[in-house]
């Protein structure tokens, strides 16, 4: 087995950080790093090295605060016209009998099951069914608003909205504006993958590219909307495929300022095309996470996704560069569950959340989807949480 020779702290410093200490240093300063610096971090930077810059960059933007919301997913459908390879949850539309599809009652349904409670945002997000069109959500949406004016809808990927407005024969433009007349108020991170064509035409070849993806949330962001951006790493793409990713945004957010935040999401294997492909590490994991709180220097937060990574992972996390830890969620979530996540029902109350957070001592602050600052948890006991049918 290969060990490392430490002979004092002098010899660590030189044999471990010497050729990355001007890139730590341009960090502190508070200065941009270029591509190459960023791969070579991911390349050389050890775990401890590159935890230790994300935290410091995550504590000057928020201190302690970790951020949650308290949403419901809502997923239509997962009946869709494309096979990404990594896609463990849909069904062509010729096997509709193995999938689902939710008509606007069962989803106006779920929306009601909500009234009382003290949710504020609503995750819509499925696969393309070739007969969910604009005019089947332009009705969802409005149907939403009508019975609850103040849930923010944040729904639809650029791979649905790119399908629907290629069949309703609309510009991007129109279609957003559509669509966000009739409720639509953010859109969500996915659909972005990799965008570099090299990876991108391997494992999602047949739906809409980068140059289409980033099209439609520079739409949502002339618009006034602010929207998300997510990454699937750790399965083919090499570590310039991530920085190379990670670039394209940046420089969308330096022309918009449209981006609330950045969620990389860790490929899951299970009963896909990619199977073959392992997954990667605990270790991995946290240097993309970390290496995503140093890239993106224009993005204010970073977030982990929690049904994927599992609550304890989550938690780790929270020392490398991440801010905020997503939802409650609610147990109908299946795109992770199916793909082989450790978390088969995804659903923790607020209690729950508020006290993975205050266990790794950061301070739990409920937002909206547009960050606005809710609730501050940092002195309510979960006895307390548990007890006001308002917080729980
Ligand atoms: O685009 C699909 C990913 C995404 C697998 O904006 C997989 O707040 C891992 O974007 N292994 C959709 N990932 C989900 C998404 C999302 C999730 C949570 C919060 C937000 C947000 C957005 O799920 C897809 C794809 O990248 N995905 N299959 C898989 N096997
Ligand atoms: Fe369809 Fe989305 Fe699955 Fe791709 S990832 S096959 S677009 S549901």
Redesign the pocket.
Known sequence: MKTTEYHSLDTLNATAIKELQPIGEKILAGKRINFNEGVLLFEKGSLPFLGALANYVREQKHGDKTYFNRNFHIEPTNICVFS?K????SRLYAHREEGWELSMEQMLDIVKSYDGKPVTEV?I?GGVHPKMDLAFFTTLLKAIKAHRPDLHI?AF?PVELDYMFRKAKVSVEEGMQIAHEAGLDSL??????IFHPEIRTQICADKVDAEGWLHIHKTAHQLGMHT?A?M?YGHIEQYWHRIDHMERLRQLQNETGGFN?F?P?????KD?DMSNVPESTIVEDLKMYALARLYLDNFAHI?A?WP?LGRKNAQLTLQFGVNDI?GTIDDSTK??SM?GSEEQNPSMSTADLVTLIKQVNRQPVERDTLYNEIRDYSNLSYDAIVANPLLN
Do not use: Q, S, W
């Open positions: 990404c990594f896609c463990a949850y995750h997000v944040k990927t969500p991170g996915g659909g972005a993958e998300n997510t699937l935040t969620i999401l860790k490929f899951r294997n896909n977030k996704y994927m997503d795109i992770y793909a």
